[in-house]
């Protein structure tokens, strides 16, 4: 594997067009540069910037695939199709590692087009670099810092988007809501970083219960939210129940003594044939989970609950 340790100026980022396959004249480098800056600062979506580089470089060096293993996790790229042959090369600037990149094809790659690709490449790590920055810093607005779960924004977004797919499909869709009980006793009795040090439990626990495809949100102080896709009313219950007795059985320890909560959850689900507003979702969960708490805390009750009561 090769080391590209790039400790240059952003300014001599970036491109292409028409590329030589030959060592470039210095006019010829220049020119290149410019053209492919051009092409790479035209996205900060990290997936679009190696899109953009891997179809400008096919004029100088042909490549067939390009993975980017990104040191973030969960960021790899990958696009074409992997080969036999394939070069290896370390992203590092002077701020540190930025990931690994392969690039592949069914030809063995001469020294001539790995020098052309390390000079391309000295044009892509800037943008990348930019990109893979600006695509972090907007997952981390969307996180809630403590627990770094989904915060109330990405709620909003997410819960949108999957009514939307729900009413597309005419699939199921299931809402919980979430409260610890009694939760200013631990704030009051053991300060708050015990307080928060729970809130992080309490999210550790919904999320070792729920499934990969489940959507986990702090909605704000000791309220959570999990959006259920392709959920019915059942299925609702059976995760609910779940979590409700994890975190139940959840402590942490202060001073020798264990400290210990329960939750109450509400229930709403989608209703079959009708367009629905997010809020009426979240209204119904709502109203659920009041009734949960007006039961005596620690129990699970869905909107149509409420509806067989009435």
């Keep these: 594997?090769?080391?590209?340790?790039?400790?240059?100026?952003?300014?001599?980022?970036?491109?292409?067009?028409?590329?030589?396959?030959?060592?470039?004249?210095?006019?010829?480098?220049?020119?290149t540069r410019v053209r492919l800056s051009q092409a790479l600062q035209m996205s900060l979506d990290p997936a679009e910037v190696l899109n953009l580089f891997y179809k400008h470089i096919q004029a100088a060096v042909?490549?067939?695939?390009?993975?980017?293993?990104s040191a973030a996790q969960n960021a790899?790229?990958?696009?074409?199709?992997?080969?036999?042959?394939?070069?290896?090369?370390?992203?590092?600037?002077?701020?540190?590692?930025?990931?690994?990149?392969?690039?592949?094809?069914?030809k063995r790659f001469s020294?001539?087009?790995?020098?052309?690709?390390?000079?391309?490449?000295?044009?892509?790590?800037?943008?990348?670099?930019?990109?893979?920055?600006?695509?972090?810093?907007?997952r981390l607005a969307l996180l809630d810092?403590?627990?770094?779960?989904?915060n109330r924004a990405a709620l909003d977004s997410a819960l949108r988007r999957e009514l939307q797919l729900a009413e597309r499909h005419q699939s199921d869709l299931s809402l919980l809501m979430i409260d610890a009980d009694f939760f200013k006793r631990i704030?009051?009795?053991?300060?708050?970083?015990?307080?928060?040090?729970?809130?992080?439990?309490?999210?550790?626990?919904?999320?070792?219960?729920c499934r990969g495809s489940d959507i986990i949100f702090r909605y704000g102080g000791e309220e959570f939210v999990v959006l259920l896709?392709?959920?019915?009313?059942?299925?609702?219950?059976?995760?609910?129940?779940?979590?409700?007795?994890?975190?139940?059985?959840?402590?942490?320890?202060?001073?020798?003594?264990?400290?210990?909560?329960?939750?109450?959850?509400?229930?709403?689900?989608?209703?079959?044939g009708k367009k629905e507003h997010i809020n009426d979702l979240f209204d119904r969960a709502d109203a659920a989970l009041y009734q949960a708490k007006a039961n005596g805390r620690n129990c699970v009750v869905?909107?149509?609950?409420?509806?067989?009561?009435?």
Excluded: W
């Design 1 to 31: 594997m090769r080391d590209m340790t790039m400790v240059i100026g952003a300014n001599l980022a970036n491109g292409a067009g028409n590329l030589p396959l030959t060592p470039l004249t210095p006019e010829q480098e220049l020119a």
């Design 62 to 69: 042909s490549v067939s695939g390009v993975l980017f293993k």
């Design 76 to 106: 790899d790229v990958k696009i074409g199709r992997e080969c036999m042959h394939h070069c290896d090369y370390r992203l590092t600037t002077d701020e540190g590692y930025l990931g690994e990149i392969i690039f592949s094809r069914s």
């Design 111 to 138: 020294e001539n087009e790995l020098i052309t690709l390390e000079f391309l490449l000295s044009s892509l790590i800037y943008p990348l670099r930019n990109a893979l920055r600006y695509q972090s810093a907007m």
């Design 145 to 150: 810092p403590l627990t770094m779960l989904g």
């Design 187 to 209: 704030n009051d009795d053991y300060g708050h970083h015990r307080g928060d040090l729970m809130l992080c439990a309490i999210a550790k626990g919904i999320e070792s219960v």
């Design 229 to 272: 896709g392709k959920t019915n009313l059942d299925g609702a219950k059976i995760i609910a129940e779940r979590i409700r007795q994890h975190i139940e059985q959840t402590h942490i320890s202060h001073n020798g003594k264990v400290i210990g909560t329960t939750v109450s959850i509400g229930i709403a689900t989608r209703q079959p």
């Design 302 to 310: 869905s909107n149509n609950d409420l509806l067989v009561a009435q």
